[in-house]
């Protein structure tokens, strides 16, 4: 079992920064992926940034490369999304999640089904 628990989101103005956090507890996730899901209200949820958690490897949605980044703290078990230059659009609930990958060199998965653990999600709201 792997526990993840979100924290860091809130309500910024158009243009700000803010740093989500997952903070991970129970198996070693030496063999697993953490990813940063988000889901509007009505929408589908999406993959926003996802690390492979022994080589670092990272896989970012089109929509926030440049903008969101995904890293790790392997003596923490904390994962981060940095966030930068929000949009009203970035606005949705932000999941932390994970899955035991198969393969180091495999591909990261982006499809929330292939995820086995969740956190709880945090609200991340950017007014315009």
């Known amino acids: 079992q792997v526990q993840l628990v979100e924290s860091g989101g809130g309500l910024v103005q158009a243009g700000d920064s803010l740093r989500l956090s997952c903070a991970a507890s129970g198996r070693t996730l030496s063999i697993y992926v953490v990813g940063w899901f988000r889901q509007a209200p009505g929408k589908e949820r999406d993959l926003v940034a996802g690390?492979?958690?022994?080589?670092?490897?990272?896989h970012y949605a089109d929509s926030v490369k440049g903008r969101f980044t995904i890293s790790r703290d392997t003596a923490g078990a904390m994962v981060y999304l940095q966030m930068h230059h929000l949009e009203p659009e970035d606005t949705a609930v932000y999941y932390c999640?994970?899955?035991?990958?198969?393969?180091?060199?495999?591909?990261?998965?982006?499809?929330?089904?292939?995820?086995?653990?969740w956190g709880q999600g945090t609200q991340v709201t950017v007014s315009s």
């Open positions: 690390i492979k958690w022994s080589t670092a490897d990272t």
């Open positions: 999640a994970a899955y035991r990958i198969g393969r180091l060199w495999d591909a990261i998965n982006t499809a929330p089904a292939n995820y086995n653990y």
